[in-house]
């Protein structure tokens, strides 16, 4: 019989021996938590009689906290105190787990996974970033917007010039002449006197250059009968024409009396809708001078200029703070909150059942998840730019190694001396 007493204690040793090991090797783990055999004896057949050896009991994970390792990424967490993060391995449906591994990412369908590719779940929120509704059941996925808002196209162009009455017409300098006569050509500087740009949006926020170049071609004191000046304006490489004909297009035609004041036009002037290359859709803009346009002595100057399109403002970076709420920053320095990490917690965590990779799930010794917000009641917070190591001591796994390892020994010993006193009686009757 002390054959199986020992080869029981055997057993024991070489279970403990194998938690230990697997403690040690997963010294380097984010969230992994230490395990500890527990053995109790066997109750012997009666008063008389020794014990009959030992037997485990469990393999107990220890939930104690690890220490935390700095980060340089926001998307790393780690929560200080207690509680779990909860994720799902399917966008609906799929297997719940929890996990103390906080090294989280953005995937290719900007939904926020887990260093397992599980989907992390958030509670939904209002504006304020109040949650607007609580348990595992209100939980969902969360994927960042790439924009933000309701883009507008562009319709209006407001400006207002000074015009230099000094500026010479393009169309007598000397590079035109006969062989070459005059032309407009927005690739030419010789023929516009000067230029401005725009940006413009089309019906989905797109961004385009509006550049408006302006040409002297009348002047007074050259002996011409007004001060007038055409202005041409291209929408990418598109030219819009200010008439009718748009086949070519035509320039707005701008005149101004002795005193510099703009006499036309005399009201702000829709340009034909062209299609740049690169737009969702065409544009038709109108532009307005204003009153306050004047040819002037001066140089050249632009006082005002605005539209009134909208872009779409592009997803610039994305935050979580201590309680776990996810805030999407735009590139129009808008924020829109995403949603509240949630955060589980177990009256048993030591029954959850361990599925590799630092994830748990639910069992009957483990009770049903308490779901919350981080840094209420009793759940932990988040702290971002860090991640929780494995609560592995090295030197106390080491010194429990040896401990493991002399008591396999004993019972191997144990074993030889039942043997050698067996020997002996056999011995004995030869």
């Not at 984010?30 to 008389?48: L, N």
């Not at 966008?91 to 953005?106: A, E, Q, V």
């Not at 070519?248 to 701008?254: A, F, H, I, T, Y």
């Not at 201590?322 to 990490?341: H, I, N």
């Amino acid at each position: 019989m002390s054959f199986y007493t020992s080869l029981s204690g055997l057993r024991g040793a070489q279970t403990d021996l194998s938690t230990i090991s697997n403690n040690i090797a997963n010294v380097g783990s984010i969230g992994f938590k230490r395990s500890r055999t527990q053995f109790g004896d066997i109750m012997p057949a009666s008063a008389t009689t020794a014990g009959q050896g030992t037997r485990l009991k469990g393999i107990e994970q220890q939930f104690t906290q690890g220490g935390f390792e700095t980060s340089s990424r926001d998307l790393d967490l780690a929560i200080s105190g207690t509680g779990f993060f909860v994720t799902r391995d399917a966008l609906t449906g799929g297997t719940t787990y929890f996990s103390r591994n906080g090294s989280l990412s953005i995937d290719s369908q900007r939904y926020m996974v887990d260093s397992n590719g599980g989907y992390v779940q958030v509670l939904p929120v209002d504006a304020e970033g109040n949650v607007t509704a609580s348990g595992l059941a209100a939980s969902r996925n969360i994927q960042l917007p790439l924009t933000s808002g309701t883009p507008r196209a562009t319709t209006l162009v407001n400006l207002a010039v000074n015009l230099p009455s000094t500026a010479d017409k393009p169309a007598l300098r000397a590079v035109y002449g006969p062989a070459t006569p005059y032309t407009f050509d927005r690739l030419d500087p010789n023929s516009y006197n000067y230029s401005q740009q725009q940006q413009v949006y089309d019906a989905e926020g797109n961004a385009q250059s509006a550049t408006l170049y302006f040409v002297r071609t009348g002047s007074t004191a050259a002996g011409d009968a007004a001060d007038t000046w055409d202005v041409h304006m291209f929408v990418g490489n598109e030219e819009a024409s200010a008439t009718a004909t748009t086949t070519p297009p035509q320039p707005l035609q701008m005149s101004f009396d002795a005193t510099g004041t703009m006499t036309a036009p005399a009201a702000p002037v829709g340009f034909s809708s062209v299609f740049p290359s690169g737009a969702a859709a065409p544009l038709a803009i109108t532009l307005d001078f204003g009153t306050a346009t004047k040819q002037a002595p001066g140089a050249f100057a632009v006082s005002a200029i605005d539209q009134d399109g909208i872009a779409s403002s592009k997803l610039s970076d994305v935050s979580i703070g201590e309680d776990g709420l996810v805030t999407a920053s735009f590139t129009d320095g808008t924020t829109q909150a995403l949603g509240k990490l949630l955060v589980a917690n177990f009256s048993n965590p030591s029954g959850l059942r361990q599925r590799g990779d630092g994830r748990w799930t639910i069992t009957g010794n483990s009770g049903d998840a308490m779901v919350g917000e981080a840094g209420s009641d009793a759940f932990g917070r988040i702290q971002t730019g860090a991640l929780e190591r494995a609560n592995v001591d090295i030197t106390e796994e080491l010194v429990a190694l040896i401990a493991a390892q002399r008591n396999f020994q004993a019972n191997a010993k144990a074993i030889e001396t039942a043997n050698s006193m067996d020997q002996s009686i056999i011995n004995l009757r030869s």
